[in-house]
């Protein structure tokens, strides 16, 4: 008995090194990962049938209580049988296969074993042909590639050997050199038969870990991918925020080339073939083309499938994906190879996984570009409810003085235009200079002041070095404008007070007045939402937060503070936003 277990263990130990090439096989590989249609199940029966004919050939036979250790066996006396690792390959594939695969196996396996002959050959293979049977059907409880645990098929492989044991001993006679065999071979082939069978199923659960794994990874990549290239595709499809994301792509995979397009010209290309495959030109491969019109992915294996009209392209592949936002192909990503192997099925996926979060975020950037567009809508239909009274009102004054002041309704006059200007120039620009913002509202007060003399006092204390910093338009002038409607109305001499200074790199904006406050149940809302109130809707004040939030982020600040003695609104901007103004 003892004897036996070193030799079985030689024998599977040619299995387990069949295993371990076929697991480095792409084929395999795929024959393991993916649901198995007709074709793979007939591989797998052929890959694990011939697992159970090569145990059959490699087996140590056993005459009359003797091992010979020949070893290939073409033929078994008729008083004699073999002891081999046949049941291990057919457990494997039935579990690994199913019904389809277990039967197919153990019936190749089985039937193969029945020709070499022996006193055992039809027990020996009626047991495998049952081991196909139940395998097959166990293969859905027992399921590998969903958290199976590999003593399952371990003692289902022991189950199948001891049956195995229990049919040579019910079906091969003489009974008496049954019982003396099973004698002797039971224990180490039991035993050898559930070691190969932990060591081969560890092998396929390390492919399948393996692939897991680089699922993970890929992943993971294509979300650091998607992170780096978001604040460009925010800004939408254009040639500056194209090549940023193209020169990323092509960092972090394994392609050659990056090239970016619209439905008409070529965003950015990056990498090789950059010579003639050049950012600004009109689509020219013929492949891009056929993505756009059909919107699906079109993988080219060849160089004559991109179908480059310059004969010296030394792009050899390429996955071309469709971009699109709301259904509507707007443009290709394309991943271009000079060694088509290196377009494996890795890169493949991670491509078509960039495709889809791109696609996202093109989408994101359209509602974003829409929301903000429906916000310089608000903001100019609130203009134009403002503007008409503010003019009458100016143009009243203005008549009125020309009777008595000419030479001061002349400088109202320039004053008012000036106001309109500053109008019109915020509704069309980003960010305007300090500067900028400040002659608006000194424009608003000069009119202002001139139609309520006394009734209040503003005062500027301003750092000159920081006039030339960028701030959102209609930024200071809704706030003394509310300072000045709302907060003087039980008061005489009302004080304004506007300051900039820098601190931290950020330069402090305030607007402070000492008015009567405003009350708390408005001051919570105030900046956060519109409200109802007999005096407003504090649209001009949630305006300047969202458009701070946005154009900022954590890098700007707006906060409202009021009491009884008055209410302090303070904005803080960075200061590198710096430049000349925007035409």
Avoid at 9 to 35: D, N, Q, T
Avoid at 237 to 266: G, M, P, Q, Y
């Amino acid at each position: 008995m003892f004897d036996l277990m070193p030799l079985m263990l030689e024998r599977v130990g040619i299995l387990v090194i069949l295993a371990f090439l076929l697991s480095r096989m792409k084929a395999f590989r795929r024959m393991i990962h993916h649901e198995h249609g007709l074709s793979e199940k007939l591989m797998l029966i052929a890959v694990f049938g011939s697992f159970g004919i090569i145990s059959n050939y490699t087996g140590v036979e056993i005459a009359q209580g003797n091992i010979s250790s020949q070893t290939w066996q073409i033929e078994v006396d008729g008083d004699a049988a073999i002891a081999n690792t046949r049941i291990m390959g057919v457990v494997i594939g039935g579990l690994l296969g199913g019904p389809f695969v277990g039967i197919g196996t153990g019936l190749v396996a089985g039937l193969h074993r029945m020709t070499l002959g022996g006193f055992t050959a039809f027990a020996c293979g009626a047991s495998t042909i049952l081991a196909g049977f139940v395998t097959g059907f166990l293969w859905k409880r027992f399921r590998i590639k969903d958290n199976f645990s590999p003593w399952k098929a371990v003692l289902t492989g022991i189950f199948m050997e001891c049956t195995q044991m229990g049919l040579i001993l019910l079906l091969a006679r003489p009974f008496e050199s049954a019982v003396k065999l099973v004698e002797l071979i039971a224990l180490p082939m039991i035993t050898i038969n559930g070691f190969g069978t932990l060591i081969f199923i560890l092998i396929i659960h390390s492919i399948l870990v393996e692939e897991e794994r680089t699922k993970a990874l890929q992943t993971h990549k294509s979300f650091y991918i998607a992170q780096q290239t978001l604040p460009f595709f925010r800004k939408g499809l254009n040639e500056h925020s194209c090549k940023k994301v193209a020169e990323i792509i092509l960092k972090w995979t394994k392609a050659d080339a990056i090239s970016i397009t619209n439905r008409e010209i070529v965003l950015a290309h990056i990498g090789a073939g950059s010579d003639h495959h050049k950012q600004g030109q009109t689509l020219v491969t013929k492949l891009t083309k056929k993505v756009l019109e059909q919107g699906k992915i079109i993988k080219a294996k060849s160089k004559e499938e991109i179908q480059c009209p310059n004969s010296d392209c030394p792009l050899q592949s390429a996955i071309v994906m469709p971009l699109q936002v709301h259904n509507q192909t707007v443009g290709t990503l394309k991943l271009y190879f000079l060694d088509p192997s290196l377009m494996d099925k890795v890169e493949q996926e991670l491509a078509e996984g960039l495709s889809k979060l791109f696609s996202t975020q093109l989408e994101l950037a359209d509602a974003e570009l829409q929301r903000k567009l429906l916000k310089d809508a608000e903001i100019k239909a609130l203009q134009a409810q403002i503007n008409p009274h503010f003019l009458f009102n100016s143009l009243n004054t203005i008549s009125s003085l020309i009777r008595t002041d000419a030479d001061k309704a002349r400088k109202l006059l320039l004053k008012l235009s000036v106001f309109f200007r500053s109008n019109l120039q915020g509704a069309r620009q980003f960010v305007i200079p300090l500067e900028k913002e400040l002659e608006h509202v000194e424009a608003y007060l000069s009119i202002e002041q001139t139609r309520f003399p006394d009734k209040y006092h503003v005062s500027f204390d301003i750092d000159q070095s920081l006039k030339k910093v960028m701030v959102p338009p209609f930024t200071l002038q809704p706030l003394v404008e509310n300072a000045i409607k709302h907060a003087f109305a039980n008061k005489e001499h009302g004080k304004v007070s506007i300051r900039a200074y820098a601190e931290n790199d950020q330069m402090i904006l305030i607007t402070e007045d000492n008015g009567s406050g405003i009350p708390d149940h408005l001051l919570r809302q105030l900046g956060n939402q519109t409200v109802q109130s007999n005096d407003g809707t504090g649209t001009a004040l949630w305006n300047i937060k969202k458009r701070i939030e946005e154009i900022y982020g954590s890098a700007g600040a707006f906060h409202i503070k009021s009491d009884e003695n008055g209410t302090k609104v303070t904005i803080k901007f960075p200061l590198e936003m710096k430049g000349e103004v925007a035409v």
